[in-house]
């Protein structure tokens, strides 16, 4: 073991985390103790040729991998072009180090993770699940469900012991039902909280819901405080803030075991329906991308939320990992499914990301905190 984790290039001595810099003393103290020579979430794309052949992707291959869901499954919704697979992500400061499935089990030998938040948390679930399940072939146990042990989606690789589980919540926030209808508690950390903090890894997200209007938004009412009126509607960067701050305040609150516990927060998952961000107004949305940007920096600049997830995050004292794939999901306008998934009549998703894909990328970093940050491990 620890050999096969010393063959990684000696990431352990480079891998760290400039980026954090921006945070509080506080935090820094706390959980960054590791060298801070690198920046893993600083770099740009290049495309990388180095399996036998162009239509074969970097990772694995989607159509031998059981649990992409078919928003997702771009190749086999017949999506033509191939070469978004073919790009790395490459750290300007260091080497991202490829995911290594083995490596991955062993060291998590026993342990659950469980990703909480929206659909893009399912995107990164099923791209965890279909890199260990290249890792281990086709003749592994693994046992999958929905409502086990953390009420969740999940899959369990029998022979490690090993978890993936996926809970959806929108908000991260509780939704009670009361007699006027479905109130978003802005103060209270969703219920199943009691269920996640017994997790091994637990990895967060929100963004995508707050913006969203109408029957489809999932709540009728809002309210901030039980001794505060509940109203339809407030601003809704006021109330994304309120809701992350009771996710921080919770996180601070001692329920978690950080001995046993490691935290992430994955901020803040982007969208390419305004082309003119990225300097092609021409276009509609995603739907005829087939390149990443270029370069490191996206034109428009992060989305203004993130600045609220980097507030928030600054302010909690306990060691949470901010997983800051903002920008390198931002370069990525061809990594989205577009009219190639099966949400049918003539939709463009540029909101979740086909698999393989992006997400594999993200479960790289993941993989590189979790294995060979002796911090995090
Ligand atoms: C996250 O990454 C972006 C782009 O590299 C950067 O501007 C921002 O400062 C980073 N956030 C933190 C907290 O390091
Ligand atoms: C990789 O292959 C593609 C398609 O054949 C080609 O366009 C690209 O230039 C190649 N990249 C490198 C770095 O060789």
Not at 30 to 49: E, K, M, Y
Request: charged residues 20%; contains cysteine; hydrophobic residues 35%.
């Amino acid at each position: 073991m620890r050999n096969s984790l010393r063959s990684h290039g000696g990431l352990v001595s480079h891998l760290s985390i400039l980026i954090i810099a921006t945070f509080s003393t506080h935090l820094l103290r706390q959980v960054f103790a590791i060298p801070r020579t690198c920046n893993l979430f600083q770099g740009s794309w290049v495309s990388d040729n180095s399996s036998k052949s162009n239509n074969i992707p970097l990772v694995y291959d989607s159509s031998q991998c059981p649990f992409i869901n078919p928003l997702f499954d771009c190749a086999k919704h017949g999506r033509p072009d191939r070469g978004y697979l073919r790009y790395r992500w490459q750290p300007s400061a260091c080497n991202l180090p490829k995911f290594d499935g083995k490596v991955f089990l062993e060291k998590l030998r026993g342990k659950t993770i469980v990703i909480v938040g929206d659909s893009i948390s399912f995107n990164q679930q099923e791209s965890l699940t279909c890199l260990l399940h290249a890792a281990v072939g086709p003749n592994s146990k693994i046992t999958t469900g929905t409502m086990g042990p953390y009420n969740s989606n999940y899959v369990t690789f029998q022979e490690y012991g090993v978890t993936i589980a996926e809970f959806y919540t929108r908000f991260l926030a509780q939704i009670t039902t009361e007699k006027i209808g479905r109130v978003l508690k802005l103060h209270l950390i969703n219920d199943y909280g009691n269920v996640w903090k017994d997790a091994d890894v637990l990895i967060f997200n929100t963004g995508f819901w707050w913006d969203v209007n109408g029957n489809q938004k999932g709540w009728d009412f809002i309210q901030d405080g039980e001794n505060n009126p509940i109203v339809r509607d407030m601003d809704r960067t006021l109330a994304f803030r309120k809701a992350l701050t009771t996710w921080a305040k919770w996180v601070d609150s001692g329920v978690l075991n950080f001995a046993k516990t490691k935290v992430f927060y994955q901020g803040f998952y982007p969208d390419h329906y305004r082309p003119s961000e990225w300097g092609r107004p021409e276009l509609k949305d995603c739907a005829k991308e087939t390149e990443p940007m270029s370069g490191s920096t996206y034109p428009a600049g992060p989305p203004p939320r993130l600045s609220i997830v980097e507030q928030v995050l600054s302010s909690i004292k306990s060691p949470v990992q901010f997983l800051n794939v903002t920008t390198l999901s931002q370069l990525r306008k061809d990594g989205h499914p577009g009219r190639y998934s099966d949400a049918g009549n003539g939709f463009v998703d540029c909101t979740h990301w086909c698999l393989a894909g992006i997400p594999d990328t993200w479960s790289s970093i993941i993989f590189a905190y979790l294995t060979l940050d002796e911090n995090m491990a």
